[in-house]
């Protein structure tokens, strides 16, 4: 059975409610609604989804407490947020309490659709390279933990494929200890977290780098982080 990404939508409008449910149904999205803040706690309380547009005027609850009241209590749930035009500093206070985009209305359908799958490419690596793909020149199967190098076989661990994956879904940028761990730990940068990304990366460095000491794969950028050139 085929998993169909699910989508909560929050939204007080319901003319545009229900053409947004509409629209990315028709796009194969699981789609579930709520009108106010408060029906919209409830049903994240209650179930998981891939993704959460979020309206900023909503009745009971605002989209701004909701969304921090989320990311306080450790939900890493994508939030595309929903903005009236000019509230630029309101924008700005939803993007600083954890929200990953927004967009502002009147906006297209299409553009939309854009943001959720660019959000979704972004926040899930194996949505954005697969379960089989090229890494420099590894080739990488997720599934079975290993890659391949001209024929020769790597084992890696699960971590460590979590790692690669999400440096083939962003490559030719900085990733920082903290962005790294966060995503692939799913947990918050601590001075432990730090020891613990350094010593995963060295490890895999000394598997899949031909001089690990001269690592060309991922490198190191000095007081930044880590960066994989594609």
């Avoid at 990315?24 to 891939?50: C, M, N, P, Q, S």
């Avoid at 947020?81 to 209305?105: F, H, P, S, W």
């Amino acid at each position: 059975m085929v998993h169909k990404t699910s989508i909560l939508i929050v939204e007080d409008e319901e003319k545009i409610l229900t053409a947004l449910k509409d629209f990315l149904e028709y796009h194969d999205f699981k789609v579930a609604v709520a009108a106010d803040g408060l029906e919209a706690e409830r049903t994240v309380a209650k179930k998981d989804f891939d993704l959460i547009l979020l309206d900023l005027m909503l009745p009971k609850i605002s989209g701004e407490q909701l969304c921090s009241k989320w990311r306080r209590d450790g939900l890493q749930t994508p939030i595309i947020m929903l903005t009236a035009k000019g509230q630029e500093r309101e924008k700005v206070e939803g993007l600083n309490l954890g929200a990953d985009d927004y967009i502002t209305k009147p906006f297209s359908p299409e553009e939309l659709l854009a943001r959720i799958n660019a959000v979704l490419r972004r926040t899930d690596p194996a949505r954005a390279v697969g379960q089989r793909f090229k890494f420099a020149d590894l080739d990488v199967d997720v599934a079975a933990l290993k890659v391949k190098r001209k024929g020769k076989e790597i084992e890696i661990t699960k971590r460590e494929v979590g790692i690669i994956q999400y440096f083939a879904a962003n490559p030719n940028r900085v990733v920082s200890r903290e962005e790294l761990y966060r995503e692939v730990w799913n947990d918050m940068m601590t001075d432990l977290g730090t020891r613990t990304t350094d010593m995963h990366i060295a490890k895999l460095r000394s598997k899949i780098e031909l001089d690990s000491t001269e690592p060309q794969i991922i490198k190191t950028v000095r007081g930044a982080g880590y960066k994989y050139e594609n």
